[in-house]
Nanobody, 115 residues
Framework: QVQLVESGGGMVQFGGSLRLSCTAS????????VAWYRQAPGKERELAAS???????NYADSVQGRFTMSRDIRGNTWYLQMNSLQPEDTAVYYC?????????WGQGTQVTVSS
């Protein structure tokens, strides 16, 4: 059974930083891609960043240069380092992991950026 648990969200001022964590259990070695999505109030969920099993990262244009996704050396936690945060980054951030074509979601963590 795959479980994803996000943590690290909170409230931060404009220009601040946060680091989100996604800790996984079950099927970790088989994940092809792990991604961070976010959903702002009244908007659709969107992809923010992703990383493949080989370490290739991809970022949405809106976060490029400010967010960095990584994986710890033990391989069961993925991080999203978020710098220069803006009010537009306010959203619930979700971790998603793929086993082949099957995706799993975490419960989400709230990030609020005040101006």
């Amino acid at each position: 059974q795959v479980q994803l648990v996000e943590s690290g969200g909170g409230m931060v001022q404009f220009g601040g930083s946060l680091r989100l964590s996604c800790t996984a259990s079950g099927g970790i070695s088989a994940f092809k891609v792990v991604a961070w999505y976010r959903q702002a109030p009244g908007k659709e969920r969107e992809l923010a960043a992703s990383i493949t099993a080989g370490g290739t990262t991809n970022y949405a244009d809106s976060v490029q240069g400010r967010f960095t996704m990584s994986r710890d050396i033990r391989g069961n936690t993925w991080y999203l380092q978020m710098n220069s945060l803006q009010p537009e980054d306010t959203a619930v951030y979700y971790c998603r992991a793929f086993l082949g074509s099957v995706g799993f979601w975490g419960q989400g963590t709230q990030v609020t950026v005040s101006s």
